[in-house]
């Protein structure tokens, strides 16, 4: 069924450069309305840069990203597009309520909506007891929560998640993993950087990259069976020329 949704996310041959240092390598992916696509690699491999530049927060040296069919970055496309950074932007000063009420503000979110939206994402990441904490004594798991929720304060049709459960122990992990998943079922596109091997299975397809290289693309199982291995870390050993 997924092969008849349409490819809301296209990258073609996008390099990204950093001084004489080449950080993506003529990179070349679809990505297909509702599913939960993975990309995974290990530290450096790229994945940050690619999410940014889709996430409209940077561009490629050369190539070009299409979202919803049109080229980004776009102030208008970055409203329907939700962005979880790898590290926390929060104003620890601040409680949880003053930081979503800041930032649901910046999505034009306003009185009755806004207040509801807040009730709604805080009970999503369930953090509703925490509201009038101060973030400053939230713990690293709760703020990573919280980045979420304000990700989600727009209902976002696509949601790009980079590393959002790292440094987050495996019983959190799985809550946030069923939050993905419901969000998923009601219909958002889900974008998601890992290095973890066991969140690589939960995803609908991956994309494996090495050095800022896509080296592989494909549903776990399939690429489990092209490469006769047993788990995607093999897998991966095996597209990396192990």
């Known amino acids: 069924m997924m092969s008849n949704r349409m490819s809301w996310i296209s990258i073609q041959h996008v390099y990204k450069q950093f001084g004489k240092q080449e950080v993506l390598k003529d990179i070349n992916l679809e990505i297909k309305e509702g599913e939960i696509f993975g990309l995974l690699g290990p530290s ?4 940050s840069t690619l999410v940014k530049e889709l996430a409209g927060l940077d561009v490629p040296t ?27 932007a929060l ?4 409680s949880a309520n003053e930081n979503l009420h800041f930032f649901a503000s910046l999505y034009g979110l306003k009185g009755k909506i806004k207040k509801a939206r807040i009730s709604e994402v805080m009970q999503i990441v369930d953090l509703s007891g925490h509201l009038n904490k101060l973030v400053s004594n939230y713990s690293g798991g709760m703020k990573r929560r919280l980045s979420l929720a304000i990700a989600l304060l727009h209902e976002p049709e696509m949601l790009i998640l980079d590393e959002p459960t790292v440094g987050i122990d ?16 009601n219909g958002t596109t889900i974008i998601i950087t890992t290095h973890v091997m ?7 397809r991956l994309g ?4 800022g290289e896509l080296i592989a693309v494909g549903t776990p199982e399939a690429l489990k069976n092209e490469t006769k291995t047993g788990s995607i870390e093999q897998a991966f050993l ?3 020329g192990a």
């Open 44 to 47: 450096g491999a790229g994945k």
């Open 62 to 88: 050369s190539g070009e990203n299409l979202i919803f069919g049109e080229k980004m970055p776009s102030l208008k496309l970055m409203k329907r597009i939700g962005y979880m950074a790898q590290a926390d």
């Open 91 to 94: 104003y620890e000063d601040l």
């Open 170 to 185: 495996p019983v959190l992990r799985k809550s946030i993993w069923e939050a993905f998943y419901n969000l998923n079922r």
């Open 198 to 204: 066991d969140e690589a299975e939960k995803c609908d």
């Open 208 to 211: 494996l990259m090495r050095d």
């Open 238 to 240: 095996v597209y990396g």
